[in-house]
């Protein structure tokens, strides 16, 4: 079984910066991508960041210059460095990996639980 535990969010400032966690654990093979996706009240879920085995990245473009994804592949761990936070950004973020578990031939989506990122004066 996998799991992906978040850590990080909070409550913060315009103009202010929040470092968000993610690790996967359990009976993994394999990480062939993880990212961030956010989702704000009334909206879809949308790719944040994402990084690749091979570290190349994406961004979506209203984080881009502000956001940095990055990862420790021996900790199984992706990192999402925000600074100059807007109101915008305020959402739940959600970890995702696209790895493959013991057992099983194939990469699959896996989520986790999300974490409350606030922005508010």
Same mark, same amino acid.
């Given at each position: ?7 990080? *969010? *909070?409550?913060? /400032?315009?103009?202010? +910066?929040?470092? @968000? +966690? ?5 009976? !993994?093979?394999? !990480?062939?991508?993880?990212?961030? #996706? ?9 790719l944040?960041?994402? !990084?690749?085995?091979d570290?190349? $990245? ?9 956001f ?12 999402? /460095?925000m ?6 950004? $305020?959402?739940?973020? #959600?970890? #995702?990996? #696209? @790895?493959? *578990? ?9 989520? *986790?639980?999300? $974490? /409350?990122? $606030? @922005? +508010? +004066?």
């Amino acid at each position: 079984q996998v799991q992906l535990v978040e850590s990080g *969010g *909070g409550l913060v /400032q315009p103009g202010g +910066s929040l470092r @968000l +966690s993610c690790a996967a654990s359990g009976s !993994i093979f394999a !990480i062939n991508a993880m990212g961030w #996706y956010r989702q704000a009240p009334g909206k879809q879920r949308e790719l944040v960041a994402r !990084i690749k085995s091979d570290n190349s $990245t994406n961004y979506a473009d209203s984080v881009k210059g502000r956001f940095t994804i990055s990862r420790d592949n021996a900790k199984n761990t992706v990192y999402l /460095q925000m600074n100059s936070l807007k109101p915008e950004d $305020t959402a739940v973020y #959600y970890c #995702y990996a #696209y @790895l493959m *578990g013991f057992g099983r031939g194939w990469f699959d989506d896996y989520w *986790g639980q999300g $974490t /409350q990122v $606030t @922005l +508010s +004066s």
